[in-house]
């Protein structure tokens, strides 16, 4: 069955990935320079669900950029759930990144571990549209898009750890550019996954539900941007008043020493 993809909505889910990762970056930055446990599981979570709905955004809208000769929707249930593992996957991602020293072996589990969550994520959104007769993938182009899903996991793991610290040379071009790579690494994951789906002629959408994709797929990305960006905002404003209550401390230390012991 021949398909088509609306160009703007794909440009948008390459956005939204690229944003993604920048705020798992900064966020990996954040968290491991967090002294207090409660503050980082705090952090932790609030990062994960923002990555996560990052992540399930970019494959959501880069979904609703697809279009058929038939009616297409998604059933709220399975969308749930992809949604899930995709928080799920963004804190264990989190969660490897901001380990003191991050070694080969978890290196390489946690890309194999969240690559095959992210193409879970994918592949169960796809299970969403309930398609009858079944969606049939092509095994090496499916096989594929799991290759690129773990290689793109491993290396974004790997950037996010290596640019910890704003002590490096020109730290943010560097974050900046890395998000972009990772986000185009997360969009290739999705659109060699839609490249492996074969719509055979005749096939029936169970949960097509007449709500136009357009209007979802702005109402997604307003969702992501909102939470991206408002994630980003306060772990920045949480950061700045972290390092005034240190300076704070730090001068009110120097005073005490000034004045000398007290009779």
């Not at 539900?209 to 797929?217: T, Y």
């Not at 401390?249 to 012991?261: H, S, T, V």
Request: hydrophobic share 55%; glycine share 8%; proline share 4%.
């Amino acid at each position: 069955m021949p398909s088509t993809y609306n160009p703007g909505l794909v440009a948008i889910s390459l956005i939204v990935a690229t944003l993604a990762s920048f705020t798992a970056i900064d966020l990996a930055d954040r968290l491991s320079i967090l002294a207090y446990a409660r503050a980082r599981h705090i952090w932790l979570a609030a990062g994960a669900l923002a990555m996560g709905i990052g992540i399930w955004s970019m494959h959501f809208i880069g979904m609703l950029s697809f279009s058929l000769s038939i009616p297409l929707g998604y059933d709220p249930a399975i969308t749930c759930y992809s949604l899930v593992i995709a928080v799920l996957v963004s804190w264990f991602a989190l969660h490897v990144v901001t380990r003191e020293r991050l070694k080969l072996p978890w290196l390489l589990a946690g890309g194999v571990l969240m690559g095959l969550g992210i193409a879970g994520m994918h592949y169960m959104g796809m299970a969403a549209m309930l398609m009858q007769p079944a969606i049939r993938y092509e095994p090496r182009i499916f096989a594929a898009s799991i290759l690129i899903a773990i290689a793109a996991s491993t290396a974004a793991l790997w950037v996010a750890h290596t640019l910890r610290g704003a002590h490096q040379d020109h730290v943010m071009r560097k974050r900046i550019g890395a998000a972009c790579v990772m986000g185009i690494a997360i969009a290739g994951m999705h659109y060699t996954g839609m490249a492996a789906a074969n719509f055979p002629v005749g096939s029936v959408c169970g949960a097509a539900h007449g709500v136009k994709p357009q209007w979802l797929a702005d109402a997604v990305t307003l969702f992501a941007l909102v939470i991206l960006i408002g994630t980003l905002l306060l772990s920045r404003l949480d950061a700045r008043v972290a390092f005034l209550d240190n300076s704070v401390a730090r001068l009110n230390d120097q005073i005490e020493r000034m004045r000398g012991p007290t009779r």
